[in-house]
């Protein structure tokens, strides 16, 4: 158990387990017969889970995967996905996690940062990796396919050398003020610590709690809250193919989920607005968790009100989560993203020098450090040295801390937008938008919006004599960009406002208004 860490007095003491595939092993022997994941019409128990997990150690071992290499799982969420995270994991290769919904441009860049050995897709996402050049065709292996071509059945227990807490675990994709992709890596030590974080302040109990996870798995949300947790108390993890308001309203009556990891407000919402939401027994449901982007007090207020659940809204990032939240047990205020975590140092310090550290209710910039946090990005030196400065963290957002040590988080320092939890950011739509030969000029701009916490908006300045609609438009960028990054708002105007060394100022573009008078 991390230093420092209070421990539990219900009774609920987890092993002190150097890696989480070690308490995956635990589970595996402990509760062989109890079922561990739930996934539409299917069903593992932890047993199967394991076995599977096994065969695709196995299989990875067959094609010569060794410690630290790096497997990409870019794939929809089936009863099969955490049984290959585990199976890789298992033989002591790093999973690099990627959209499935990405098109071809978009995974590119992050294939040739990460420079897999060796990528696990399915049939939705197989022409996409064979259509990249970079990519030798015989590292792509389709899940969809016979199970001999992606397991070895021979393989029936999990690797006697499971991985060190040293061992590279995880690498997550985020991205930066300039757009570009970062690679972020995470060991075992980090993993498990975040885990310990997560349980510290959302617990859950052991062997008796029923997890249902709506955020993808390729989020750090996803992943450590919906994947990774329920194996540190042997619990069940429910997975939804695709969310809908029915499908979680079903789990929760008919499978007494006590614990939702609900992620972005746009779910919350789209719960609420449901007609079914009032035919709901929430009485087995202990606390529900949110991140990703701010949840309204309104959407807050109403769920609380309604279901009589806490809603508990925590603050992370792909570099580390989580780094503050609010407890199911303690206060919980309003507007804020909570207390920092156990173990973790948390400084609020100057926007300008990043060194002086800013006096209760003052805003500054969010710099923290801890046994969570990654420390670098992968192989991308620059990146690293101007976000990891000294041992910190520097996130990029803004916030101010109150007397009683909660943050409240005010802007980001970084040129990005949230649209529905997801980081989007507007230098790669620009590229697409300035790509079309109509367009002369495009900026693009986050803006906020109750349901979805921000939308996109682009600013279009045609070339002379042309004439583009905003269908034509949006059709142009879903060829492009995955939904969520397509924006939803087009102005057109004769001219963008520049800076004086000829930049496009979107410091200026965002004190419009949205009504088309720029």
Same mark, same amino acid.
């Given at each position: 158990m991390l230093k420092g860490? =209070? @421990?539990r007095t219900d009774g609920q003491t987890r092993q002190d387990f150097e890696t989480i595939v070690h308490a995956f092993k635990y589970a595996i022997e402990n509760q062989p017969d109890k079922i561990a994941l739930t996934c539409g019409k299917d069903q593992a128990t932890f047993r199967e889970y394991g076995h599977v997990a096994a065969h695709v150690a196995g299989f990875l071992k067959t094609r010569g995967i060794k410690k630290d290499n790096r497997i990409v799982i870019c794939a929809s969420v089936s009863i099969n996905l955490p049984m290959i995270i585990f199976g890789v994991l298992a033989a002591r290769a790093q999973i690099t996690m990627i959209n499935p919904n990405y098109r071809e441009r978009e995974i590119t860049p992050l294939i040739e940062i990460a420079e897999p050995n060796l990528i696990f897709c399915d049939s939705n996402s197989l022409e996409t990796f064979r259509n990249i050049k970079s990519v030798d065709k015989s590292m792509i292996i389709n899940i969809n396919g016979p199970k001999n071509t992606w397991q070895d059945t021979d393989s029936t227990t999990l690797p006697t050398d499971l991985p060190k807490g040293e061992d590279g675990a995880v690498i997550l994709f985020t991205g930066g003020t300039t757009g570009t992709s970062k +690679?972020? =890596?995470?060991?075992?030590? $980090?993993v498990i610590a975040a885990i310990e974080l997560i349980e510290n302040r959302w617990p859950t109990n052991l062997g008796t709690d029923v997890l249902l996870n709506i955020p993808p798995i390729f989020h750090i949300t996803g992943l450590y809250h919906g994947c990774f947790q329920p194996i540190f108390g042997y619990n069940t993890l429910i997975l939804l193919t695709k969310f809908h308001p029915e499908t979680v309203f079903e789990a929760i009556n008919n499978q007494l989920v006590s614990v939702i990891i609900i992620g972005v407000p746009t779910a919350y919402a789209a719960l609420l607005g449901h007609p079914g939401f009032n035919t709901v027994n929430f009485s087995s449901v $202990?606390?529900? +968790?949110? +991140? +990703?982007a701010p949840l309204a007090d309104k959407i807050k207020t109403e769920w609380e009100d309604r279901t009589g659940v806490p809603a508990l809204e925590g603050y992370g990032m792909t570099e580390g989560a989580p780094t503050c939240n609010n407890p199911l047990i303690g206060r919980r205020k309003s507007y804020s993203a909570g207390m920092p975590v156990a173990c973790t140092d948390f400084r609020i310090v100057d926007v300008e020098t990043g !060194? $002086? @550290? !800013? =006096?209760?209710g003052k805003s500054g910039e969010i710099t923290v450090k801890g046994p969570h946090i990654a420390d670098k990005y992968y192989n991308n030196e620059e990146a690293t040295s101007a976000t990891f400065k000294n041992g910190w963290l520097h996130t990029g957002d803004v916030a101010f801390l109150d007397e009683d040590g909660y943050v409240f988080i005010v802007d980001r320092l970084k040129d990005m937008a949230i649209v529905s939890g997801f980081n989007v950011f507007p230098r790669e739509i620009d590229e697409v938008l300035i790509s079309h030969p109509k367009i002369l000029e495009a900026a693009t701009i986050g803006i906020p919006d109750d349901y979805r916490g921000e939308i996109i908006k682009a600013f279009i300045s045609l070339r002379k004599g042309e004439t583009l609609s905003e269908k034509e438009l949006t059709r142009y960028c879903a060829k492009n960009l995955v939904k969520y990054k397509i924006p939803l708002i087009f102005e057109f105007a004769h001219d963008l406002p520049k800076t004086p060394v000829g930049k496009i100022d979107k410091r200026r573009l965002k004190q419009y208004k949205n009504d088309g008078n720029s």
């Open positions: 860490l =209070p @421990e +690679g972020v =890596p995470h060991n075992h030590f $980090k $202990k606390f529900a +968790g949110s +991140g +990703g !060194m $002086k @550290e !800013m =006096p209760i």
